[in-house]
């Protein structure tokens, strides 16, 4: 798919029907975008980036956030949206890797993930790899309705997003995924909720 897309698009993103053109960098200063109410659930991301830069879950330095390598500050952010959004329609929350030396169709390798194992390593194709390629969020609301450019690693699943992690040299170098078993799970809160979570982690610059 074309990184425009068209506007009746599964994916919400650029040329979409959603938020994704402001990608991660974008100011989500707004406290509306602080909980998702989706199907009866409250997504508190606030609350979850507030731990995580209280007591992150890889330390703490004068309450800066978590500290230590990216991959202890993935495993803390996965730990804390699993803990915090298993009940709340998240099915499967983990990181990919941007892996420049492989070929396309072997780009992306999993990173800390909860609760089941993934596809790994996935295709520049589906959604995460178009999220690295393209740079910005991908918000799908039917899987159903992606045909080749999905990648089912759990055929439950029915809804997805994914964040681009991009780092102050302006290199992409992996992507936030969260799956649901719920048609339409995620929307605008839950992308700018996500960034938060990632800042207060130190993977997205502040």
Same mark, same amino acid.
């Given at each position: 798919?074309?990184?425009?897309?068209?506007?009746?698009?599964?994916?919400?993103?650029?040329?979409?029907?959603?938020?994704?053109? #402001?990608?991660?960098?974008?100011?989500?200063?707004?406290?509306?975008?602080?909980?998702?109410?989706?199907?009866?659930?409250?997504?508190?991301?606030?609350?979850?980036?507030?731990?995580?830069?209280?007591?992150?879950?890889?330390?703490?330095?004068?309450?800066?956030?978590?500290?230590?390598?990216?991959?202890? #500050?993935?495993?803390?952010?996965?730990?804390?949206?699993?803990?915090? @959004?298993?009940?709340?329609?998240?099915?499967?929350?983990?990181?990919?890797t941007d892996q420049p030396g492989e070929p396309d169709d072997r780009r992306?390798?999993?990173?800390?993930?909860?609760?089941?194992?993934?596809?790994?390593? @996935?295709?520049?194709?589906?959604?995460?790899?178009?999220?690295?390629?393209? #740079?910005?969020?991908?918000?799908?609301?039917?899987?159903?309705?992606?045909g080749d450019d999905y990648i089912a690693c759990d055929p #439950?699943?029915?809804?997805?997003?994914?964040?681009?992690?991009?780092?102050?040299?302006?290199?992409?170098?992996?992507?936030?995924?969260?799956?649901?078993?719920?048609?339409?799970?995620?929307?605008?809160?839950?992308?700018?909720?996500?960034?938060?979570?990632?800042?207060?982690?130190?993977? @997205?610059?502040?």
């Open positions: 798919m074309p990184p425009g897309g068209k506007a009746d698009s599964p994916f919400r993103g650029p040329g979409g029907r959603g938020p994704g053109s #402001r990608g991660p960098r974008a100011s989500w200063a707004d406290p509306a975008y602080d909980v998702r109410e989706m199907a009866g659930y409250e997504r508190d991301y606030e609350s979850i980036a507030a731990k995580l830069a209280e007591t992150g879950g890889a330390g703490v330095a004068g309450g800066r956030g978590v500290t230590g390598g990216r991959e202890e #500050r993935m495993q803390a952010v996965v730990d804390a949206l699993w803990d915090a @959004l298993a009940d709340k329609g998240v099915s499967w929350v983990g990181f990919y992306l390798a999993i990173g800390p993930h909860r609760p089941n194992p993934a596809c790994s390593p @996935l295709a520049l194709h589906g959604v995460c790899g178009q999220t690295l390629r393209f #740079r910005t969020a991908r918000i799908v609301d039917d899987t159903e309705n992606l #439950r699943d029915r809804s997805e997003i994914a964040i681009p992690l991009i780092d102050e040299r302006d290199v992409c170098w992996g992507v936030l995924d969260l799956d649901s078993h719920d048609v339409g799970a995620f929307g605008a809160s839950d992308e700018a909720g996500l960034v938060r979570v990632l800042r207060a982690a130190g993977l @997205l610059p502040g």
